[in-house]
């Protein structure tokens, strides 16, 4: 992913990059969790999921304004 970053326009860059990391990021947490936990309920897999999204999407919103 880090090599198309350059390539792409800004409002691609704020809007699809925080996407692709979110989703690698949930798919990376929930892993584990799924594991550790296989009869889990939905709300504990998609907290799982859906946390490590919203962490590294304003991660990067917030880097993003920080550099201007």
Excluded: K
Aim: no cysteine; proline share 7%.
């Amino acid at each position: 992913f880090m090599a198309l970053y350059q390539y792409m326009s800004e409002p691609v860059r704020l809007i699809i990059w925080p996407i692709l990391f979110g989703v690698l990021a949930s798919a990376i947490g929930l892993f584990p969790y799924v594991l550790w936990r296989p009869n889990s309920d939905v709300w504990g897999r998609m907290i799982a999921a859906v946390v490590p999204t919203f962490i590294i999407t304003f991660m990067i919103l917030i880097l993003e304004f920080s550099r201007r």
